[in-house]
C-alpha cells in the first residue's frame, strides 16, 4: 500500500465519523498542523504518528516487511 492510499483511509475515516482536523488533532496528539500537511500529501509521518491518528479514529495499523529477494 501507497502512503497516499494511507491518508486517504485515515482522511475517509476522519470525515465518515464527522471528526474535524482539530478534534482529530486534540485526540490523537498529534499536532493540527501535522494533519493538515498530511492530509495534502505532505510530510513523512512516523510510524508512531500513523499509529496515534490510527488508534484515535479507531483504525488498525501494521507494518508488513516482505523479502521479495527469491533465489
Same mark, same amino acid.
Given at each position: !500500500?501507497?502512503?497516499? @492510499?494511507? %491518508? /486517504?483511509?485515515?482522511? @475517509?475515516? =476522519?470525515?465518515?465519523? /464527522? &471528526? *474535524?482536523q482539530e *478534534?482529530?488533532? /486534540?485526540?490523537?496528539? &498529534?499536532?493540527? =498542523? *501535522? ?10 509521518? *512516523?510510524?508512531?504518528?500513523? /499509529?496515534?491518528?490510527? @488508534?484515535?479514529?479507531?483504525?488498525? &495499523?501494521? !507494518?508488513?516487511?516482505?523479502? =521479495? %529477494?527469491t533465489e
Amino acid at each position: !500500500m501507497h502512503f497516499k @492510499d494511507i %491518508i /486517504q483511509i485515515i482522511k @475517509d475515516r =476522519r470525515e465518515s465519523l /464527522q &471528526v *474535524t482536523q482539530e *478534534t482529530l488533532a /486534540q485526540l490523537s496528539g &498529534v499536532g493540527l =498542523r *501535522t494533519l493538515k500537511q498530511l492530509e495534502r500529501g505532505k510530510g513523512n509521518p *512516523t510510524l508512531i504518528t500513523l /499509529q496515534k491518528i490510527g @488508534d484515535a479514529l479507531g483504525l488498525e &495499523v501494521s !507494518m508488513k516487511i516482505k523479502n =521479495r %529477494i527469491t533465489e
